[in-house]
């Protein structure tokens, strides 16, 4: 992809959302789109839209718009999506559970290939298709598995040495919604997800309007 190199990853970051909307839009058999209709669907402004998408370069015509399959595709494949990841759950519980079984990972190229657990009444149990596998046995299961991405839904006190373990094991891509932070070495990536950080931003969001209406 030409110019890839010189993507900011303030762009990255807002890669997925176009990747959503294109996706949209290619479900509703739209085939292409000027900056400025993208730009009000998406509510970004239309330079914005044309500064980031110019990064890659040739997509964009004057007087014809983004040819919608194409920059989907070619956003597809900055993210990596095209090529699928394999990715396994550790730790079935209430979260665990609901990710395995919300199918929208996998239609955006996420297949889930194992769910893990230590607790026996969890271990052998069916969720989403698949029997979930003893933790304590990850070297027997997780080489063959071959997953690059481990979706963490463990209580805060185990995610420090699960991602250790799944590190190990070679997983290069972490998933994390135990509520802490994990450390990891270089070469491994790591995303948190802290569901409750957001909740409480919503929360000092509510009270300013609070504040502003008294
Ligand atoms: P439930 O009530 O079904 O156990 P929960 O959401 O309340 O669900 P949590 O206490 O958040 O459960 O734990 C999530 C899951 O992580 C549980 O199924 C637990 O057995 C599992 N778990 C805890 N420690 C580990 C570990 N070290 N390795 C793998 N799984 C673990």
Redesign the pocket.
């Known amino acids: 992809m030409a110019n890839e190199k010189k993507i900011s990853f303030e762009v990255i970051k807002r890669l997925p959302r176009y990747y959503r909307y294109l996706g949209e839009l290619k479900s509703n058999n739209i085939t292409r789109i000027s900056s400025k209709e993208l730009s009000r669907r998406m509510n970004v402004t239309a330079s914005q839209i044309r500064q980031d998408l110019n990064c890659f370069g040739g997509f964009g015509q004057q007087g014809y718009g983004y040819n919608v399959e194409d920059l989907h595709e070619a956003i597809g494949d900055i993210l990596g999506l095209n090529n699928g990841h394999k990715t396994i759950i550790?730790?079935?519980?209430?979260?665990?559970?609901a990710l395995a079984n919300y199918k929208s990972f996998e239609k955006r190229g996420f297949k889930l290939v194992g769910i893990?657990?230590?607790?026996n009444?969890?271990i052998g149990q069916n969720i989403a298709g698949l029997d979930v596998l003893d933790?304590?046995e990850a070297e027997k299961y997780i080489p063959d598995l071959a997953p690059d991405i481990a979706i963490i839904?463990?209580?805060k006190?185990?995610a420090g040495?699960?991602a250790k373990?799944v590190i190990s094991l070679g997983i290069k891509g972490l998933l994390n919604f135990s509520y802490t932070d994990i450390d990891v070495p270089d070469g491994v990536e790591i995303e948190n997800v802290h569901l409750s950080d957001s909740l409480m931003t919503l929360s000092y969001k509510l009270e300013q309007q609070k504040k502003l209406n008294q």
């Open positions: 550790v730790g079935a519980g209430n979260l665990g559970r893990f657990d230590i607790n009444i969890k933790f304590n839904t463990v209580p006190e185990a040495s699960v373990k």
